[in-house]
């Protein structure tokens, strides 16, 4: 077992990429994951396993998505949903050991985003998805996400948020088996969202600011 100083404190993270309206839901979810998890990360704890290393092994499954997609579609939708299913137990791993922290809520989301940056281009060069819409997808993520967590950090929060990599991912398989040329469209409507929000989040921005 992992030793934890009796008087550790688990560290406010405030410049994460959550909304102000989500928080609270997210809250109950990780409630509920750590009671469904709860043997599954007294395991880990006891194996000497860190948050920060699901992290990197989630990483590690999300890019091996790329290589696999040439080889196997579906392998690499398996690879893909290891990512997923990983990235949601490094958070209730963190909050079992009482070490949850900025520092890890960063790491999480850069490694977050470089899956969705990997298998966006991924698809744009297997010519699966048009290079105009990949590209302004993976910009307009990369800009919402960051804009989140500056807002967070100015402590002017997004009420709500978009965040569809979920959907993307899964309709990854929709693309692959039964609907070819259908993920152009989904791209299409997630890019338009996330520019809703980069825009009010930068009038938001402006506002908060001094000066």
């Known amino acids: 077992m992992i030793p934890i100083p009796h008087d550790a404190q688990p560290e406010k993270v405030s410049a994460d990429c959550y909304s102000g309206g989500e928080r609270a839901w997210m809250e109950r979810g990780q409630a509920l994951r750590a009671r469904a998890l709860g043997p599954l990360l007294r395991g880990l704890a006891a194996a000497g396993v860190r948050p920060d290393h699901l992290t990197l092994v989630s990483l590690g499954a999300g890019l091996l998505f790329c290589p696999l997609w040439f080889v196997s579609p579906a392998l690499a939708l398996v690879a893909l949903l290891a990512h997923v299913l990983l990235d949601g137990t490094d958070g209730p791993l963190a909050r079992h050991l009482g070490i949850e922290s900025a520092r890890g809520s960063f790491t999480d989301t850069m490694a977050d985003q470089a899956v969705v940056t990997a298998s966006t281009v991924t698809l ?11 590209s302004l997808y993976i910009y307009a993520y990369l800009l919402v996400v960051a804009m989140a967590m500056a807002r967070n950090a100015l402590h002017i929060p997004y009420s709500w948020l978009v965040r569809p990599r979920l959907v993307v991912y899964a309709w990854m398989a929709v693309e692959a088996y039964a609907w070819h040329g259908s993920l152009d469209w989904v791209l299409w409507i997630a890019t338009a969202a996330l520019g809703v929000k980069a825009i009010s989040g930068f009038v938001q921005m402006r506002k908060g600011m001094k000066g």
């Open 124 to 134: 744009i060069g297997a010519g699966v998805v048009g290079p105009v819409v990949g």
